[in-house]
């Protein structure tokens, strides 16, 4: 069964800095072809896209992140990373990955910022 496995959430201050991981489970061959994503769902909100890249590295942000956080991707680990910098309140949200293959998302990440 493929899965994806996100890790790196946590508490952080107003300001600080995280880092968010995204471990697939299907072959090289396949990660290095998938478009995935990071998604957030804050409490009483609509789970929206924070950033997303494609199989060839690109990557597009939302506009509230944009310059803040950073995506990337490392094929031969099939993992990919968020990068995230200058953390606000407002980013406070649980944190999905996501892959088109497969339409699979993963179980979440809780990422808190204390003001």
């Known amino acids: 069964q493929v899965q994806l496995v996100e890790s790196g959430g946590g508490l952080v201050q107003d300001g600080g800095s995280l880092r968010l991981s995204c471990q697939d489970s299907?072959?090289?061959?396949?990660?290095?072809?998938?478009?995935l994503s990071w998604h957030r769902q804050a409490p009483g909100k609509q789970r929206e896209l924070v950033a997303e890249i494609s199989d060839n590295g690109s990557a597009n942000y939302a506009e509230s992140v944009k310059g803040r956080f950073i995506l990337t991707r490392d094929n031969a680990q099939k993992i990919i990373y968020l990068e995230m910098n200058n953390l606000k309140f407002e980013d406070t949200a649980l944190y999905y990955c996501y892959s088109t293959f497969g339409r699979r998302w993963g179980q979440g990440t809780q990422v808190t910022v204390s003001p």
């Open positions: 299907v072959t090289v061959r396949i990660f290095k072809r998938t478009a």
